[in-house]
């Protein structure tokens, strides 16, 4: 078999455009990505708080169905007391204090009390300081340590206190 030498370029042009030729399907991913959204919409929750709850901590059992509003959390570990994530004083140096009011979360619901009045006063659309407050407690801790911080979220005007749990199922 003998190769004319003028057909040989021809050849390698038709390699290359069998090459180039790939077309992307975008039907199919388009269909999978339309179930995925789907499926993400209808699992997202957008009704009640979401609460973080601190690793050592284990919330108690209920079986209120009732979704907690949406306020600051104070979360009492076994080590600490924590104010919206943020640590305020540990376990240990409250134990001594002799006097019932927990002075450093005093300080720290004044300043959240301040924010929220400062917001409410910017805007009248914006809810301001509205008193609530969700708490969360650990199974061991003591009902002395939890009337401690009941009563200084009082002092400062939080008089509506939530008690977070977990829910019983």
């Not at 009704?47 to 949406?70: C, F, H, N, W, Y």
């Not at 640590?87 to 450093?104: F, K, N, W």
Request: proline fraction near 4%; include cysteine.
């Amino acid at each position: 078999m003998i190769f004319d030498q003028s057909d040989t370029p021809n050849l390698r042009a038709n390699r290359k455009t069998k090459r180039g030729t790939f077309t992307l399907r975008l039907t199919s991913m388009i269909d999978m990505f339309t179930i995925l959204l789907v499926f993400l919409l209808k699992s997202y929750s957008a009704d009640g708080q979401i609460m973080t709850v601190a690793q050592d901590l284990r919330l108690p059992e209920s079986t209120s169905t009732t979704k907690p509003p949406v306020v600051s959390v104070i979360a009492v570990t076994r080590e600490w007391i924590l104010v919206d994530g943020r640590p305020i004083q540990r376990l240990e140096e409250i134990a001594t204090q002799e006097q019932l009011l927990i002075p450093s979360l005093q300080k720290e619901l004044a300043r959240l009390r301040s924010i929220s009045e400062g917001i409410g006063q910017l805007s009248s659309q914006m809810r301001g300081f509205s008193g609530a407050i969700a708490i969360q407690g650990d199974r061991d801790v003591t009902f002395d340590l939890l009337k401690r911080v009941m009563l200084t979220c009082g002092q400062v005007g939080y008089n509506d206190m939530n008690l977070a749990v977990v829910e019983k199922e």
